[in-house]
């Protein structure tokens, strides 16, 4: 009886385990035949309501890095950009990418902790009682010593800005209109610029496993 | 045993300054590392936030900023120790999704 319970408890926690290590992972059609694919069409992408340009910024990220990892990749005359993937192939695919955020004003707040490191108060008191005669006076004198060790607490948020940009992408055959991969990315960074080549480069590199094999 | 002026003030100086230094707080130091940051100082940014870690040892949000700013100066693996210990301390799901994505990206996919 313990045994099942301890069998069944280590299965949820293998399923728990696994889904949480998938759950980032794209969304893909595994009966499609990659090998088939011609050429990429890539959608023209719109801008982010936050950020004119940031559409044509994140497509000439998306070419540059298609280049990069050896791919053809051709800008025609009607400002479409084709990436060949394979000669003898007869499929047309067609990547299109949704900027979710375009942001260098995403506010971080950075909670701090102040020492407040106490105080020592030392009192001395001094008083003379006389008994009959000056010669025999009673100097008495006593001394209280208060010690707040102070506390250590968070007082406080300190603000700064980082940049996020995050992505929607979505291949689908040109000639049925299968959706046959799809996935959303983000990533964050200090310098926007950058943050956006990383968030390019990382939805290119998923999207060139797919051809690898 | 200090002869000249000069030297006494010196001295002076230094006794009367150290516990300035020594008293400076976490926020001190975490001001400073943005004020850094943000005109392109990454280098003292990231000296300011290890001063501000001696007092605050545990906060993650100072282990993401060091991890970004090493990101930034391509010193991968400083950002991947960071990033490692900003999840150590971290007290909630989205900064820890955060560094994951961060991890994944710097170990190479």
């Given at each position: 009886m313990g045994f099942d319970v301890f069998k069944n408890i280590l299965i949820l926690f293998a399923i728990l385990f696994l889904n949480i290590g998938c759950f980032n992972a794209p969304a893909i059609n595994e009966s499609?035949?990659?090998?088939l694919v011609n050429v990429i069409n890539l959608d023209k992408i719109a801008d982010h309501t936050n950020r004119p340009g940031s559409g044509q910024i994140m497509e000439d990220n998306i070419s540059f890095i298609f280049m990069k990892n050896g791919f053809n990749v051709s800008q025609l005359n009607n400002n479409k950009t084709v990436i060949t993937l394979n000669d003898e192939g007869e499929k047309a695919l067609t990547l299109s990418c949704t900027l979710t955020d375009y942001t260098d004003r995403e506010t971080i707040l950075i909670p701090y902790r102040l020492e407040d490191k106490g105080t020592i108060e030392t009192t001395i008191t001094q008083s003379s009682a006389s008994s009959g005669s000056e010669k025999n006076a009673i100097a008495t004198t006593s001394t209280t010593t208060t010690t707040d060790g102070g506390s250590i607490q968070e007082s406080g948020k300190i603000e700064y800005t980082q940049a996020r940009v995050g992505v929607i992408l979505k291949i689908k055959d040109e000639t049925t209109g299968l959706l046959v991969w799809t996935h959303s990315y983000w990533y964050s960074g200090i310098e926007l610029s950058s943050t956006t080549q990383i968030c390019a480069k990382n939805s290119v590199g998923l999207i060139s496993k797919l051809f690898n094999n | 045993m200090i002869k000249t002026?000069?030297?006494?003030?010196?001295?002076?100086?230094?006794?009367?300054?150290?516990?300035?230094v020594s008293y400076c707080q976490s926020d001190d130091y975490l001001k400073r590392a943005i004020s850094a940051m943000e005109v392109g100082l990454f280098?003292?940014?990231?000296?300011?936030?290890?001063?501000?870690?001696?007092?605050?040892?545990?906060?993650?949000?100072?282990?993401?900023?060091?991890?970004l700013l090493y990101e930034a100066l391509s010193e991968n693996e400083s950002s991947i120790l960071a990033w490692k210990d900003c999840i150590r301390y971290a007290k909630n799901q989205d900064i820890i999704n955060e560094a994951t994505i961060h991890l994944d990206y710097l170990n190479g996919f």
């Open positions: 499609y035949n990659f090998d | 002026p000069k030297i006494k003030l010196l001295a002076l100086i230094f006794l009367f300054s150290f516990p300035i280098e003292e940014s990231l000296k300011q936030l290890n001063k501000a870690l001696k007092n605050d040892y545990n906060n993650a949000q100072i282990y993401k900023l060091k991890a």
